[in-house]
């Protein structure tokens, strides 16, 4: 019999995955119910997933009253609402819950959820969907092998973009740790995961710094406004240009999420009226100098490992494209992770790019993919060995560390000692 499983938070992760499903594993699963505070967000997905009125719901409040209604759960609101749903779901008697991450900023929260989950029997999966990509597998699967010997250091980037950057952590959702949270939980708990899980060791100490460096008032350039389209007169020069980036500059329309129109305006159908709308007195139209935002543009973390290896993270706004770069050293040889390609020099001996899949195909969506395929064989029973899943258990871990450096960076890179560390 097919799974059934319903979403809350219907938005870009929320319908990305619910698309998934209906289109890769309609054999297996279904859309069930349907869960957000906006009626627009029901009625523009309800019907394409075949979802009638009465298993649509406008608050989490009504929809677990009605107990466990589907086989499968998706949590895919905004991080600040993700532990109170996810407790009130593991409580109802959800056994099987897909969480996006982060889980939570709050230690306490995320841990409990940890222990409600054990507690229940439940199986609680965060999606840190890099792991499930066949880039990073890949990597796992060399470090495990032993090739390139013991683990002696890895020194990673994760290059967000300055246009993703300003979309996400300046004029948007992630732009306030405090109704969010910091930029190196928000953006690299995958990260700290990946790290995390190549190492295959506890972390033990922790330090960082960083700041809002640029995205300030004092950065503005001469005649810049509030908003791009109210008269800016430093607009012709500049790379945040929201008229630019959302209306007339063909590589964003192209390459960059591709449903912007409906971050900005709310709607999945979206008129070019709307989103001129948006720009012109909406969040996203705002000069990046002149917004409320409070995350680190730019952050150096310092790791060290129980094994003795070290690592480094360094998360900056400030590149062109979006991408991530990693060398991971061993004993033996070296993985040199550029984008998507891959290549293992092994000392003394053989140099070689490494086949990761076909191009244009690694990644973030692909791991999105993946992540929810994962999920599907775990319903379906088909997949039981949860080694390397990114359970709750596993991603305490990477939300350990991300505290832990903000905690440093907040007391100027003084290291902080994880007490009870555990390994992804
Ligand atoms: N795994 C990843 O790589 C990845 C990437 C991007 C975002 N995220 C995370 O995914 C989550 C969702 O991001 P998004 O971009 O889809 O956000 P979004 O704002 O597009 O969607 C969130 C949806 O949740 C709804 N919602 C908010 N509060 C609700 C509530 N209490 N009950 C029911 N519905 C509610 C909103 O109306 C909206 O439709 C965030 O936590 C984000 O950090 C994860």
Redesign the pocket.
């Known amino acids: 019999m097919k799974k059934s499983i319903s979403v809350?938070?219907?938005?870009?992760?929320?319908t990305e995955y619910m698309g998934f499903i209906k289109a890769m594993h309609g054999r297996k699963a279904y859309i069930h119910s349907l869960?957000?505070?906006?009626q627009q967000?029901l009625d523009d997905f309800a019907p394409a997933f075949d979802v009638p009125k009465y298993r649509q719901y406008l608050?989490?409040d009504d929809f677990f009253s009605r107990g466990v209604v589907s086989d499968a759960l998706i949590i895919?609101?905004?991080?600040a609402?993700?532990y109170e749903?996810t407790k009130k779901a593991l409580e109802t008697g959800y056994k099987y819950i897909l969480l996006?991450?982060?889980v939570s900023g709050n230690e306490n929260e995320y841990k409990e959820l940890r222990d409600l989950a054990k507690e229940k029997k439940a199986i609680l999966i965060v999606?840190h969907?890099l792991r499930y990509s066949n880039y990073y597998s890949k990597i796992k699967k060399i470090i495990a092998s032993g090739k390139i010997g013991d683990i002696v250091s890895i020194n990673h980037t994760e290059n967000v973009g300055y246009f993703h950057f300003a979309h996400s952590f300046v004029r948007g959702?992630?732009r306030d740790e405090f109704t969010s949270t910091p930029s190196i939980l928000?953006k690299c708990c995958?990260d700290l995961d990946l790290i995390s899980w190549f190492m295959d060791s506890p972390c033990v100490s922790v330090s960082s710094t960083g700041e809002v460096g640029h995205f300030k008032k004092e950065n503005a350039p001469a005649g810049a406004t509030p908003y791009c389209t109210g008269g800016c007169k430093a607009k012709k020069n500049c790379p945040y240009d929201a008229e630019a980036l959302y209306i007339t500059d063909p590589f964003y329309k192209a390459k960059f999420i591709k449903y912007m129109g409906r971050?900005l305006t709310g709607k999945a159908n979206n008129s070019k009226a709307d989103i001129r709308k948006a720009i012109d007195c909406g969040d996203y139209g705002r000069c990046v100098y002149m917004c409320d935002n409070n995350v680190c543009d730019h952050q150096l973390v310092t790791m060290k490992f129980e094994n003795g290896a070290v690592a480094t993270l360094e998360m900056t706004a400030f590149s062109d494209k979006m991408f991530r770069q990693s060398h991971i050293v061993g004993t033996k040889g070296e993985l040199i992770c550029y984008g998507a390609k891959l290549e293992m020099r092994i000392f003394g001996g053989e140099h070689h790019s490494v086949f990761t899949g076909s191009p244009g195909f690694t990644g973030?969506v692909e791991g999105d993919i993946r992540t929810v395929s994962n999920f599907i064989k775990i319903i379906c029973g088909e997949k039981t060995d949860l080694k390397d899943v990114t359970t709750i258990e596993a991603t305490v871990a990477s939300h350990d560390m991300a505290l832990a450096a903000e905690e440093s960076r907040k007391n100027g890179g003084i290291p902080v000692l994880l007490k009870e560390s555990v390994k992804a």
């Open positions: 809350i938070g219907l938005g870009n992760r929320g869960c957000d505070i906006r967000a608050s989490t895919a609101t905004q991080d609402s993700h749903i996006e991450k982060p999606c969907v959702n992630w928000a995958h971050t973030h």
